[in-house]
């Protein structure tokens, strides 16, 4: 019988809905939706699964044990008495990689890690009878996120976050991360039969995700991960099998209308290079193109953008003028369908028009706002006829 571990899946604060929604596509049955995180339950070859084909998750956490602790002896003693022998061999190179913590007695995040180092190193001790560690082999960073004096700690089996897909050498200014990106496409109906236009495309990253969904592109399929290396709990064999798997998957010969536009040529070079190294540079146009030059000829398209914030205080005073002209763009769309997101919180305003959604979501420490603009439905086609 093959042993079930629970997962955890970290997200973007408001998004726990979209990554709970591809985990259960994936198969596996969630055990819980808290914020910022979705938790479920998945074998040995789900870490690698997981890993490879989730698109809007952070890291893949292989929770060893949930402790309460009020007091740093409380912490020692219950990180102690889980089964850490279970997950790190003897030559295991171990370390607290990160500590948060949350409305809670103890809110020292190096503390936390040197107490839960310590605890991780007295447990094995006992169990392999050893003094000393060589620490030489695979490496098993351990996370540990207290709320309300509740611990969740756990391994990461993904190393560098998820959003690092593998194809982004170049940056544009303020990008946007794959993952958010993602899961913002997926908040939409957007499928790759409908239009999709970024005119704030900056290093391509809507416009690339989009058509890596539209060509059944695993995200996690060109890179690495930590977990690989950890032979005590799963086997190179699963690993290759998911990237076997989604290579399968992939459709290179799917027909797609995805534009990029920027104001500026050299972001415009970037961003196709990015598309590039992805491998979907043939299935979107980029241009060099100002907002309000946007337009299309055609109906029922989607624009999912993320422009200017003004972050800079010396950018704040040109907002209004810029989003105006974003409303001006969209008023020539009158069919389409607009999502923007954005932490200013006068767009509406100066665009001109009431979102019919408005999703708050966290850009990492930045409060945004998830502006839908909802169209009208495009007529239902008949059989055999064309987008």
């Not at 899946?9 to 809905?17: I, Q, V």
């Not at 993320?306 to 020539?332: H, T, V, W």
Request: charged share 25%; glycine share 6%.
């Amino acid at each position: 019988m093959r042993k079930l571990y629970e997962l955890i899946a970290p997200c973007h604060f408001g998004l726990e809905a979209v990554l709970k929604r591809e985990i259960l596509d994936l198969g596996y049955e969630i055990s819980c939706v808290e914020d910022g995180r979705v938790t479920f339950f998945g074998d040995a070859e789900a870490i690698a699964v997981a890993n490879v084909f989730l698109r809007s998750a952070e890291r893949i956490l292989l929770k060893v044990g949930t402790v309460h602790a009020e007091t740093f002896d409380e912490l020692f003693e219950r990180t102690k008495a889980l089964p850490w022998e279970e997950y790190l061999p003897v030559d295991a190179r171990f370390w607290v990689a990160k500590a948060t913590s949350v409305k809670s007695k103890l809110f020292s995040p190096s503390d936390i890690q040197s107490i839960v180092k310590k605890a991780v190193v007295e447990r094995l001790k006992s169990v392999y009878h050893v003094n000393w560690f060589t620490e030489e082999g695979a490496a098993y960073p351990i996370r540990i996120s207290f709320l309300k004096d509740e611990a969740v700690i756990g391994l990461d089996t993904t190393g560098e976050s998820l959003h690092k897909r593998g194809y982004r050498k170049l940056t544009a200014k303020a990008p946007i991360s794959e993952t958010l990106a993602a899961a913002l496409i997926m908040l939409t109906p957007w499928k790759a039969d409908r239009i999709l236009v970024d005119p704030f495309c900056g290093s391509g990253t809507f416009p690339i995700e989009a058509a890596m969904m539209a060509a059944n592109i695993a995200p996690g399929m060109n890179r690495a991960f930590l977990a690989e290396q950890w032979a005590n709990l799963t086997a190179k064999r699963q690993w290759y099998d998911a990237v076997e798997e989604a290579q399968d998957l992939i459709d290179l010969s799917v027909h797609t209308d995805i534009q990029g536009y920027d104001i500026d040529g050299e972001v415009i070079r970037a961003a196709r290079e990015n598309a590039r190294l992805a491998g979907v540079d043939h299935l979107i146009h980029f241009q060099q193109r100002p907002v309000n030059e946007l337009r299309h000829p055609k109906k029922y398209g989607f624009v999912i953008t993320n422009p200017p914030y003004g972050e800079r205080i010396e950018e704040r005073e040109n907002l209004p003028a810029l989003y105006r002209e974003i409303g001006q763009a969209f008023a020539g769309l009158d069919s389409w369908s607009e999502y923007v997101i954005t932490s200013y919180d006068q767009a509406e305003k100066y665009i001109g028009k009431k979102a019919d959604k408005n999703r708050k979501i966290y850009n990492g420490m930045i409060k945004t706002y998830y502006y839908q603009f909802l169209g009208p439905k495009p007529p239902r086609r008949r059989d055999g006829e064309s987008a």
